[in-house]
Nanobody, 128 residues
Framework: EVQLVESGGGLVQAGGSLRLSCAAS???????IGWFRQAPGKEREGVAC????????YYANSVKGRFAVSRDNAKNTVYLQMNSLKPADTAVYYC??????????????????????WGKGTQVTVSS
């Protein structure tokens, strides 16, 4: 059974940092992984992703320079380091992955339409 489990969310003051983790199991881990978020009343948006198509990482403009995505293949875990957090970053954060046969090229990993597997999310709340 494929599982993606996010952790590391919480309440933090503006300017603070959090590191989210996404632990994967049940499938070959070496594939594109994306981080997405959804704030109340807003659509889900791509935040950051690691593309195995071109071995690059991609970020939404709103988080560039503040967030960093990385992975530890030995632990089947992807991380999202979030620095200089803002109240606008408040959302439920999800990690997601495509199927074995789905090819997601480059920056397309910031879009959720190629993702098949999703975690249940972790809440991040940034107070002003």
């Amino acid at each position: 059974e494929v599982q993606l489990v996010e952790s590391g969310g919480g309440l933090v003051q503006a300017g603070g940092s959090l590191r989210l983790s996404c632990a994967a199991s049940g499938f070959t881990f070496e594939r594109t992984i994306g981080w997405f978020r959804q704030a109340p009343g807003k659509e889900r948006e791509g935040v950051a992703c690691l593309s195995t198509y071109d071995d690059n990482s991609y970020y939404a403009n709103s988080v560039k320079g503040r967030f960093a995505v990385s992975r530890d293949n030995a632990k089947n875990t992807v991380y999202l380091q979030m620095n200089s957090l803002k109240p606008a970053d408040t959302a439920v954060y999800y990690c997601a992955a495509p199927t074995d046969y789905t090819v997601i090229a480059g920056q397309s990993c910031l879009f959720d339409n190629g993702m098949e597997y999703w975690g249940k999310g972790t809440q991040v709340t940034v107070s002003s």
